[in-house]
């Protein structure tokens, strides 16, 4: 399916200009540096229901400041082929979607082959945003990435003491009692999926409670056997002290 870009689906971190938009779209932007085309696509992708993931990377060049081309998350991109995934389903749907963007030189020599350099649109972005699988289903939005501060949300369920199916349960009445559209419950944006929380939940309670296995199981082991070592020495001083004493 081919998805149409218009202006509403652009970041508005940024100005933008829509050079061509048929089976590929291009787009001008007032982008500087790696960290502006992260950004970008980061708001891209929320507004527009997809993920991407990055292919490669080039930091400068003679003729660039940097480059960065992004493939669909359902490409087939170190994945293993549909039919061989015995784990469950696959994400692999071989979709040829891409984003590839370009952070031009601001030179005498760009800014005569390239209007756009004087205005201060360095930024050049070519989306094929043709995709061989559905966008809006409940099924695709499961697997997109929820943010930092729905994250953030479940952290502060599991400070209160709730376990991940506590919080997710809690977090589903939220949404209810909110009037979040029915649709909105099969978007991992807002509603994470059982394995994401659970992956919150490990890496937190790795953080505040420390691990249930490993190294740091094993420094809190040695730990009470130095204070009950210590205890018994106690012990043992008071009976010494006890029999001299008498
Ligand atoms: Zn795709």
Known sequence: MNLSINCDDLPSS??????????????????????????WVAEFSTKTNTRWNVRTTVPNGKYIQC??????????????????????????????ASIKIVVKVDTVSTRKS?????????????????????????????YLNPDIHLRKTFEEYFYDGMTISDALRYHESILT?????????????????????QNWHDQWRVLNLGPRTGQGVIMVIKYLCLIIYIKNLFYIYIIIIDVFCD
């Not at 469950?88 to 979709?95: A, I, L, P, Y």
């Not at 390239?114 to 499961?142: C, Q």
């Not at 099969?186 to 994401?196: E, K, L, M, Q, V």
């Open 14 to 39: 940024f100005k933008n200009i829509i050079v061509k938009n048929c089976s590929i779209t291009i787009v001008r932007s007032n982008l500087n540096d790696m960290h502006d085309i992260g950004k």
């Open 67 to 96: 480059k960065k081309n992004y493939i669909c998350h359902h490409s087939s991109h170190h994945k293993v082929d549909r039919t061989l995934n015995k784990k469950g389903q696959s994400k692999n749907t071989d979709c040829k």
């Open 114 to 142: 390239d209007p756009f350099v004087k205005n201060n649109y360095l930024g050049m972005i070519t989306i094929s945003n043709t995709h061989n699988h559905n966008i809006n289903t409940a099924e695709a939005l499961r």
């Open 177 to 197: 009692m909110s009037n979040t559209p029915i649709e909105d419950f099969a978007n991992g944006r807002i509603n994470p999926t059982y394995r994401c929380v």
